[in-house]
Structure formats: C-alpha cells, structure tokens
C-alpha cells in the first residue's frame, strides 16, 4: 500500500521560509520520481518540482532560485525548502510519487501573508 504523508505547511510572512515534508511508504522508493505539486485557490494544480532516482531536478521557473527540493532514499523522505517565499506562493502542496502510475498525498497547506 502507497501512502504519502506531507508536514511543514503553514502561515509564513513574505520573504520567510517553511521546509516541507513528505514521508513516503513505498517498497522500492528509489525508483520512484518525486515531486512536489500545488494548486492555489480557485486554480488548477500545477507542478513544482521533481527530483529523479538519480538525483536530477527540475523546477518550474517561478520558484527557481528560491526553492530546492531534496530526497532521502534511507530514510523514504522527500523535502521542499522554500525560501523567499511570496503571496502567490499560497496554495495546498501536494507530494507526487510517478513510476508506472501516480500517487497523491493528502496535502498540507502553505498560506504567505503580504
């Protein structure tokens, strides 16, 4: 059974920074892709970022410099450290596991105050 648990959302002024979490019960983690999702309010849910078995990342240009997302193939962890953060950074964050399929976590929120 797959299961993504996300932690570390909040209430951050702008220009603060929140680390999120995602712990993930998966047999043969290392495989998987992970990445990060968010959809803001009233809007569809967009990609974030991802991270490859090997380490490979992308990011979607509006976070760029500002985030950096991490994994720890030991311990089935996967990171957002996000910094700088701005009002439209606001959304629910979703952690994403792709091989062969998709799987979803819960969520957790982020919410950037001006």
């Known amino acids: 059974q797959v299961r993504l648990v996300e932690s570390g959302g909040g209430l951050v002024q702008a220009g603060g920074s929140l680390r999120l979490s995602c712990a993930a019960s998966?047999?043969?983690?290392?495989?998987?892709?992970m990445g990060w999702y968010r959809q803001p309010p009233g809007e569809e849910r967009e990609l974030v970022a991802t991270?490859?078995?090997?380490?490979?990342?992308n990011y979607v240009d509006s976070v760029k410099g500002r985030f950096t997302i991490s994994r720890d193939h030991a311990k089935k962890m996967v990171y957002l450290q996000m910094n700088s953060l701005k009002p439209e950074d606001t959304a629910v964050y979703y952690c994403?596991?792709?091989?062969?399929?998709?799987?979803w976590g819960q969520g957790t929120q982020v919410t950037v105050s001006s």
């Open positions: 994403n596991a792709r091989y062969n399929g998709d799987f």
């Open positions: 998966l047999s043969f983690f290392s495989v998987y892709t």
């Open positions: 991270i490859t078995r090997g380490g490979s990342t």
